[in-house]
Nanobody, 124 residues
Framework: QVQLVESGGGLVQAGDSLRLSCAASGRTFSSYQMGWFRQAPGKEREFVAVISWSGGSTKYADSVKGRFTISRDNRKNTVYLEMNRLKPEDTAVYYC?????????????????WGKGTLVTVSS
């Protein structure tokens, strides 16, 4: 079992930056790939970014590429999502997720563990 707790959400203005954190506990954090997903009101949960267990490989949704950066610190059992140049359409609940598989996952169904989410609201 892996427990995930997100933090860092809040209300910001368009163009601002925000950094989300996800603290993991339980089984060996460094063996899991970690991902961020988001769900806007009335919409399905969608992929944002994912990072391999070592941090050496990452993948991003086209909508956030060049603005968001995912990173991890295996010593702190934490994964981060740095979000820059935020847009109102980035407004959503952001979820941290973990998967015990080598191949990078970009679908919600492929993740094994989930946090409860943190709300990010971007005003125009």
């Amino acid at each position: 079992q892996v427990q995930l707790v997100e933090s860092g959400g809040g209300l910001v203005q368009a163009g601002d930056s925000l950094r989300l954190s996800c603290a993991a506990s339980g089984r060996t954090f460094s063996s899991y790939q970690m991902g961020w997903f988001r769900q806007a009101p009335g919409k399905e949960r969608e992929f944002v970014a994912v990072i391999s267990w070592s941090g050496g490989s990452t993948k991003y949704a086209d909508s956030v590429k060049g603005r968001f950066t995912i990173s991890r610190d295996n010593r702190k059992n934490t994964v981060y999502l740095e979000m820059n140049r935020l847009k109102p359409e980035d407004t959503a609940v952001y979820y941290c997720a973990a998967a015990d598989i080598i191949l990078l996952v970009s679908t919600p169904g492929g993740m094994d563990y989930w946090g409860k989410g943190t709300l990010v609201t971007v005003s125009s």
